[in-house]
């Protein structure tokens, strides 16, 4: 069995954690496979804590993959030339694994995408939406879901938010139970929320699912920061509608994401036109067309057949490595994070950096939003926080990260502001929102993963540390904003 590295063996701090979250010590094979599979991260002395953004893709599975296109020859699928068939049945394969994979076989129809937004987009823009409908969604959404209340307006259907508690950042149950009860005449009514929060790591209940169906709603799941480090059971919640990209989940490929549908929604779904692949006839002399019964529908042109394949070598890397593993790394580590960062105060008391969400390990992923603050409890901007990040090799993201409305309530943006600024809108630059509004906007994301280990999550509570007692004023960050826009 492996055993941690010496220096960790050694370090009382290490120690400490494991008194803390003895579980880790299951997780030993994730530090083995830092080794092999992701040597290049201690090669190349990065310290990645970007995994919301992107999973890293360990080395055996590109070497799988590209022995596959070395060793073979694949053509277009769906023809009986021999090329041809050796393509579909390497796609067949990768379908039937990814619907085990989340043991939806037997009640979801697997459409494969671009990624999670192209699977959103296909929701969107054929959702029943009319007069007679209604969109809801979570003040928690990536600008992906947000983007569906687009067609409901174009389509005429009515949509609302359901907003967070500024606490904790969850769902305000009562609000969003009121909400569930009403619009009760309305016909086609969806209802979409992201199984866990793309910044604050909130994992909302999936019993919102069951809830909101027993209460007429279509259900829309946006699975897409949950997928990488918990199991997601189609069979145990039935979402009509999942979302997901596969490189968050193992990296490797990009540009390949699922939208499931449970097989009794499917119909519901109105394409509004149609391309190659997805007809069983279309004709020129008279404007007819059929639609295939099956995920062939929404999936335009020629899939991405040579990376399908690589699809399924990832889902059984996983597999290999076990989700629940991966889980309980991701939950030691973040709990560990959480409590740390908690503790880094400014010789007056001041925390050197203000978490935002849950501030404790539960009903949470890996993903961690915060503000830096100096002595003087001044918000440190976040891009002179990354500049600094950047010169260490620590990979963390900052900005809104396409979900204004977590940013709304943590930056207590009102209705009022961003109807004043909408008025007087420019660019849309953050400089120029800060501007108008005069609130900061924006926070630093750092978020853990399956190649995450300890020593990462300390370099970055040591990087937290030098800012103690640090003065806004005593630090030239025009200099430094130079330096970041020229190079
Ligand atoms: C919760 C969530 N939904 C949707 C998306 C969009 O994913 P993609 O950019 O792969 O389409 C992301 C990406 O970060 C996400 O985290």
């Not at 021999?82 to 619907?99: C, D, G, H, M, V």
């Not at 949509?159 to 009860?181: A, R, W």
């Not at 979402?239 to 449970?262: D, E, H, M, Q």
């Not at 391309?275 to 002399?285: K, L, M, R």
Request: with cysteine; proline share 3%.
């Amino acid at each position: 069995m492996t055993t941690f590295p010496t220096h960790l063996l050694q370090s009382k701090e290490f120690q400490k954690f494991l008194r803390h979250y003895p579980e880790y010590e299951t997780t030993t094979k994730l530090d083995e496979l830092r080794k092999t599979e992701y040597a290049r991260l201690d090669k190349m002395h990065h310290v990645y804590l970007d995994y919301t953004g992107g999973n890293l893709y360990g080395i055996s599975q590109l070497d799988r993959h590209h022995k596959l296109l070395k060793e073979n020859v694949f053509g277009n699928p769906h023809s009986t030339n021999p090329t041809s068939l050796a393509a579909t049945r390497l796609e067949k394969e990768a379908r039937k694994y990814i619907l085990e994979f989340f043991n939806a076989q037997d009640d979801y129809i697997l459409v494969l995408t671009a990624n999670a937004s192209a699977g959103l987009k296909i929701v969107g823009e054929c959702y029943p939406f009319d007069e007679d409908g209604h969109f809801l969604l979570t003040f928690d959404n990536h600008n992906s879901v947000n983007g569906i209340r687009e067609f409901a307006k174009k389509r005429g259907a009515s949509f609302c938010y359901s907003p967070l508690d500024i606490e904790d950042l969850k769902v305000s149950e009562k609000k969003l139970k009121k909400q569930l009860k009403k619009y009760s005449d309305k016909k086609n009514k969806l209802f979409a929320f992201p199984a866990q929060s793309n910044v604050s790591g909130v994992k909302h209940s999936l019993d919102w699912i069951n809830k909101a169906q027993d209460k007429g709603w279509d259900v829309l799941l946006d699975a897409a920061a949950f997928v990488p480090s918990s199991p997601l059971d189609l069979k145990k919640y039935q979402p009509n509608f999942v979302a997901l990209s596969f490189y968050k989940i193992f990296g490797y490929p990009t540009g390949i994401g699922a939208l499931l549908v449970r097989k009794d929604t499917f119909h519901k779904l109105q394409k509004p036109w149609f391309a190659g692949g997805t007809v069983t006839f279309a004709a020129v002399n008279e404007s007819f067309h059929s639609l295939k019964n099956s995920h062939e529908r929404f999936e335009d042109g020629t899939i991405n057949y040579l990376d399908i394949p690589a699809v399924k070598i990832g889902l059984e890397y996983i597999n290999d490595i076990g989700m629940d593993v991966i889980n309980t790394r991701v939950h030691c580590l973040t709990g560990w994070l959480l409590h740390k960062l908690q503790k880094i105060k400014h010789s007056n008391g001041q925390c050197v950096v203000n978490i935002f969400g849950p501030k404790i390990n539960q009903d949470r992923g890996g993903t961690i939003i915060m503000n830096f603050a100096d002595s003087d409890g001044r918000t440190i901007p976040w891009d002179f926080i990354e500049y600094k990040a950047n010169q260490q090799k620590i990979s963390l993201r900052t900005g809104c990260f396409c979900n204004p409305g977590v940013d709304e309530v943590n930056s207590c943006v009102t209705n009022d502001d961003t109807a004043q600024y909408s008025e007087h809108f420019g660019t849309g630059s953050f400089k120029e929102i800060v501007a108008f509004m005069g609130k900061l906007r924006g926070a630093i994301r750092i978020s853990v993963g399956l190649a995450s280990n300890f020593d990462d999550v300390n370099t970055f509570i040591h990087f937290v540390k030098g800012f103690k007692d640090k003065s806004s004023k005593d630090i030239d960050f025009g200099a430094h904003f130079e330096v970041m826009r020229h190079g």
